[in-house]
């Protein structure tokens, strides 16, 4: 079982910047896909970006570029740096950890915390 806590949403205007974190607790941290979902209202829940166990990323076009995804495991936590903001993404970002091998299927998802880009 693994908890997962996010921090660091808020209000901010365009072109601003925030970081988000991702607090992990009750399981090996080390071995899970770390990913960063956006659920803005009315639309589908989409994927932002990933970090593999092996610290390899990958991210939507719409946020390359603008957008870092890191991990500390030693900390069991991950990171969202989110630069030049603009209105549109405004939504709430979920922190969620999935490990898949060998038959084994682990998926948690945080509470989510919101971001908001307006002036």
């Known amino acids: 079982q693994v908890q997962l806590v996010e921090s660091g949403g808020g209000l901010v205007q365009p072109g601003g910047s925030l970081r988000l974190s991702c607090a992990a607790s009750g399981s090996i941290f080390s071995i899970y896909t770390m990913n960063w979902y956006r659920q803005a209202p009315g639309k589908q829940r989409e994927l932002v970006t990933t970090i593999t166990s092996n610290s390899s990323t990958n991210y939507a076009d719409s946020v390359k570029g603008r957008f870092t995804i890191s991990r500390d495991n030693a900390k069991n936590t991950v990171y969202l740096q989110m630069n030049s903001l603009k209105p549109e993404d405004t939504a709430v970002y979920y922190c969620?950890?999935?490990?898949?091998?060998?038959?084994?299927?682990?998926?948690?998802w945080g509470q989510g915390t919101q971001v908001t880009v307006s002036s």
């Open positions: 969620n950890a999935r490990y898949n091998s060998l038959g084994t299927l682990l998926n948690y």
